[in-house]
């Protein structure tokens, strides 16, 4: 049976109809059509699923959506201001922060949280705290000099 759950979806109220066994990362991608947000593995291991819930980061593969009533959701899609990509975005793209792509999203995610969250003091800082967000093309040097350069 589902469930009537509000949330709040990168600025935007949404009223829906979940059933209580969907990923919160499932909702976004199938229900919502927000696809930027990836699945890697499903069980918590990757990153590449990463969203801000109240601005904190969490993997949306672990997260019931019906658990998230009244809550804020930030996506990747909901991170540019119109044209103005954020920048954190913008580091990525300078520092060549990708290979292939598929865990940006969630590097991205998990990068704005990194500072947000105050543990980018250092580069061996941001490399712990972002060791959960893997890179199958070991892109990690260039996601690192991009958020120290956000950073500063
Ligand atoms: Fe959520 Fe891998 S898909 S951590």
Same mark, same amino acid.
């Given at each position: 049976e589902k469930v009537r759950v509000t949330l709040n979806i990168n600025g935007e109220k949404q009223k829906? !109809? %979940?059933?209580?066994? @969907?990923?919160?990362? +499932?909702?976004?991608r199938e229900q919502l059509q927000l696809s930027g947000t990836k699945k890697g593995c499903d069980y918590g291991q990757c990153g590449a699923c990463t969203v801000h819930v109240d601005g904190e980061r969490v993997n949306s593969c672990l997260t019931f959506a019906v658990m998230l009533e009244g809550k804020e959701i930030t996506t990747i899609e909901g991170l540019?201001?119109? +044209? *103005?990509?954020h920048p954190m975005q913008e580091a990525f793209i300078k520092h060549d922060g990708f290979q292939c792509g598929y865990c940006t999203p969630g590097? %991205?995610?998990?990068?704005? *949280? #990194? %500072?947000?969250e105050g543990h980018a003091n250092s &580069? *061996? &800082?941001?490399?712990? !705290?972002m060791s959960g967000n893997i #890179?199958? #093309?070991g892109a !990690?040097?260039?996601i690192v000099n991009a958020i120290m350069? @956000?950073?500063n």
């Open positions: 829906l !109809y %979940i059933e209580p066994r @969907v990923t919160l990362l +499932d909702l976004l540019a201001k119109g +044209d *103005a990509l590097q %991205i995610m998990s990068g704005v *949280a #990194c %500072i947000r &580069e *061996a &800082e941001v490399r712990e !705290y #890179c199958r #093309c !990690y040097p260039n350069e @956000v950073k």
